[in-house]
């Protein structure tokens, strides 16, 4: 096995770096001209193009002309069972599976999975189909030959954890025809030699050169398809971050062990493709194994001392039974979020580093071998809103839950996976004595005030009449702050629908520079506080009506600085150990 030329498999596509957009990207293929009729130079400029106009992708001016993005995207509405795969002629007539590039059963699906667990159910439906060919015979699901690797780890060690170059080396280059033995030794061989290397930067590209002696493409690859690959199979919702590798989620522990059991199908891959299409069974539509995995879950929310109501009958089908374990798993995330939520005051660096990250247009952050953070270049708006959450989290104070502030969605390690939706406000703060609603957005050009002016002087005026008489602050927050926004938001008048109701909007536009030069001062100074926050906005706005909108930023400009200088010029006070609340919600409850 270790010495025949070896390949490495693959679950997603570099092309199309986040599978979290799968789903945005399917809906609009779903809406267009182009299903079923998706082939040819014209189709795939024209798809490419309809993705580009809709934010989906961000394709430069003469970049990809050729449409290649759009083979990408069918390529992975094809292996996920969306769209019917083209059959090879020795493999099937395309008439026995279903219409090319059609929207298969499975793919309507998908396209009503309107939360986040419903969307990571079909990726692990999708993704537990054997449709990789093995040398000779058969067919193998990656997924499951992972699962298979990670189990016999977690046997042999106690942890089911696997790190990014044990994954890269010996996992994504190996399948269900090497013996796991054989496998789970070397990556333990290499685990102990890494523990004692100096350099253990140097000791992976050493491990990597060996291991590329048997493979006839880039070294570079074991990397960027390891990291392509663990994205693919974290959306899954069976697996979750562990450093930069991979740990089996506990709660699905269960339904990691059925996954395993079945490696190698022998069925052809016609016979796959309809399964695929048609929605792959998972073990938890049977009945035993639903309660089992309901029972497993009770069993740690126990452990963990949470609180919970035991599931009302009905509890006789695998419908109701995965229904009342969905509804305890939001129990637990939400326990989760509220730890979480706690640790950010102390994790303000990182918050700050990813701000740096944003200005820059993406890019990452290493810290050492095992840690670094990164923001992909065409999701910037997500991890935006995202990164200022976290930031609010950090000042603290809330007297609302963190899951309440933010209307965007996050997987299992707390990682954004969609900005929020249309028709409401980005992010809601509410302290004791007054709230701030803040606006995000990455747009910087003279359409910034057509596409914000409106919808956040709306949201602002709707936050003021939820929460009144408590005051209510708006903080609209751009990469770049264009001189007509600041305008707009410089009157900040609204009127109500109801009675028309005239508004004084307090509405201030910071640049995220602005907003990360006094972040920074608050902690280093440690004075950190919303009430700092509310005592910048109060200046950023004071006498804005006696200046039109350039000196009115040049006057915000000033007012950061001064506050900022007066912040760094008090005393430096380190953050003190952070104290973990016998009750996570207590510190977020209204007294």
Not at 39 to 47: A, L, S, T
Not at 97 to 122: H, K, N, S, V, W
Request: hydrophobic share 40%; with cysteine; proline share 5%.
């Amino acid at each position: 096995m270790m010495v025949r030329e070896i390949d490495i498999w693959l679950v997603g596509n570099t092309g199309l770096r986040s599978p979290n957009r799968i789903q945005e990207g399917f809906r609009i293929y779903a809406e267009s001209p182009f299903v079923g009729n998706f082939r040819g130079r014209d189709n795939e400029i024209g798809f490419m193009n309809l993705l580009n106009e809709r934010g989906i992708i961000h394709n430069e001016a003469g970049k990809d002309v050729s449409g290649s993005h759009a083979r990408k995207w069918r390529l992975m509405f094809a292996k996920n069972g969306l769209i019917y795969p083209q059959l090879k002629k020795e493999d099937g007539a395309q008439d026995s599976l279903g219409a090319l590039d059609a929207i298969t059963p499975f793919g309507r699906t998908f396209l009503i999975a309107d939360t986040y667990p419903a969307m990571q159910e079909c990726f692990l439906r999708a993704m537990s189909v054997a449709q990789f060919p093995l040398p000779g015979e058969g067919y193998f699901a990656p997924l499951r030959w992972v699962l298979t690797i990670m189990l016999e780890l977690e046997r042999r060690t106690g942890s089911s954890e696997i790190s990014r170059i044990e994954f890269a080396l010996w996992a994504q280059t190996t399948t269900p025809q090497d013996d796991l033995s054989a496998v789970v030794g070397r990556i333990l061989d290499l685990r102990e030699r890494r523990q004692h290397a100096a350099s253990k930067r140097k000791f992976d590209r050493g491990e990597i050169e060996r291991r590329a002696e048997c493979y006839q493409k880039k070294a570079d690859n074991f990397l960027d398809y390891a990291d392509m690959n663990m994205r693919y199979l974290r959306i899954t919702g069976i697996f979750q971050r562990r450093g930069r590798g991979l740990m089996i989620l506990p709660t699905k522990h269960v339904l990691a062990e059925q996954l395993a059991q079945s490696l190698v199908s022998e069925d052809s891959l016609l016979h796959s493709y309809k399964v695929l299409c048609a929605g792959a069974p998972l073990p938890t539509d049977d009945v035993p194994v639903a309660r089992k995995l309901l029972d497993e879950l009770q069993k740690l929310l126990k452990e963990r001392h949470i609180a919970f109501e035991p599931p009302a009958p009905p509890l006789e089908t695998a419908v109701q039974i995965n229904v009342a374990r969905q509804r305890l798993e939001q129990l637990l995330a939400q326990t989760d979020e509220m730890q979480y939520a706690q640790r950010q005051c102390h994790e303000w660096r990182e918050i700050s580093d990813y701000m740096t990250l944003i200005l820059r247009g993406g890019g990452k952050k290493t810290y050492d071998e095992d840690y670094e953070i990164e923001v992909p270049r065409d999701e910037l708006p997500v991890y935006l809103e995202w990164i200022l959450w976290r930031a609010i989290l950090a000042i603290n104070h809330l007297t609302t839950m963190p899951y309440e502030v933010r209307g965007f969605k996050m997987d299992a390690d707390f990682m954004p996976v969609s900005t929020a939706g249309g028709g409401k406000g980005d992010l809601y703060s509410e302290f004791d004595d007054f709230a701030i609603l803040t606006e995000v957005t990455m747009s910087s050009s003279s359409r910034q005030e057509a596409m914000e002016g409106e919808p956040v002087r709306r949201h602002v005026s709707d936050a003021v009449l939820r929460w009144a008489p408590k005051p209510v602050y708006g903080l609209f927050i751009a990469v770049k702050i264009d001189t007509n926004t600041a305008e707009t938001f410089r009157h900040g008048i609204w009127y109500t629908k109801q009675e028309d109701v005239r508004q004084e909007l307090q509405i201030v536009p910071l640049t995220l520079a602005q907003y990360q030069m006094y972040f920074n001062a608050m902690f280093e100074s440690g004075k950190i506080s919303p009430f700092h926050v509310r005592e910048l906005l109060l200046y950023c706005g004071k006498n804005r009506a006696e200046m039109d909108a350039p000196a009115w930023k040049r006057h915000i400009e000033h007012v950061i600085r001064n506050q900022t200088e007066a912040l760094r010029a008090s005393y430096v006070y380190e953050v003190p150990p952070m104290q973990v609340a016998a009750d996570p919600f207590a510190a977020y409850r209204k007294e």
